[in-house]
């Protein structure tokens, strides 16, 4: 068990989402304006009229995605709610941690979670993006944004993968096990595990996320032991870019055409439901499957605040506190800097 002394402090990293339906375009206008989303020849003089251009364009179509959510995203409440049950866990091993949120394109946003950090007057920083698998466009601008805003020089450390941890593993299992227990004969059910993709432009410079990805799968199969059928595909698409595939419309219709009639869906890449699993996969691609004639469809729940997944954060910042520790054991605490 690790046991120090001094307060620290676990920043929580992800998307964000609109949290009213008058927010949606200027949320899209925060996506598209990221130097990691859109990058181009002379992109620092174009890239906030393409932004506004694209966020006008698609408010209307994306606000209709999360009118099936009650006209918002779920996701800042659940990782509240992930980073509440976080700091309860460590508090049990007696770590003085404050957890708090930092969305990358809506409140609460990076320099709001610096603000909590500065006031809870913390001794030592843990990095925990919520993007299991790493890609530049996630965790990389995650990590971006914190360095253009955070200046302390305090000791600071990171995760930035927790792909092949066992007990985020452990915990995507049990979730699949129990959408499968929904289904009269679990064994037949074609599991599909559906990841948000990228650009192969990020792909093919070097981007990890796509062997990553399918890493995860590869583990979680082994894991669940199960002899069911599976694939592996890709969401969210946006613009004329060529994206990694086959996507979760191409994969149901492959399904469909093969005359499977159960289905689960996996969403792989994602930690909570939100306006990708909730709405893109349980409302759109259910009502897809339904008239492709597939019979039966599941969506795993989100891996959200189970405990778990808990277990497995706990387990990521205790790790991350005793390395620091160990790379200067002769300070009081550590000066280690990991966020590469």
Known sequence: MVRISKRVGVVLFQLGGPDSPAAVESFLYNLFCDPDIIDFPFSRLGRRPLARLIASTRAKKVAEHYRVLGGYSPI????????????????????????????RYWHPFTVE??????????DQVVLLPLYPQYSST???????EWRRQWHDAGPTSCVTTFYR???????VVDRINGALAGFPGPAAVQLVF?????????????????????????????????????????????GASRWLRPSLHETLQKMASEKVREVCVIPISFVSDHVETLGEIDHCARAEAQRLGIERFAMTQGLNDSPRFIEALAALVLAAISESRLEDPDREETGALSIA
């Open 76 to 103: 800042r409440s659940l990782t509240e709610r992930q980073a509440a049950a976080l700091e309860a866990r460590l508090n049990r091993d007696r770590i003085d941690a404050r957890c708090v949120v930092a969305m």
């Open 113 to 122: 979670a610096i603000a909590q950090l500065e006031n809870a007057q913390v």
């Open 138 to 144: 996630t965790t990389g601008s995650s990590l971006n």
């Open 165 to 171: 941890h066992p007990l985020y593993i452990a915990a």
């Open 194 to 238: 559906s990841a948000h993709g990228v650009p192969m432009s990020v792909v093919e410079k070097g981007d990890p996320y796509q062997r990553q990805i399918e890493e995860t799968v590869a583990l979680v199969m082994e894991e669940g032991a199960w002899s069911n059928p599976h694939c592996l595909c890709y969401q969210s698409k946006v």
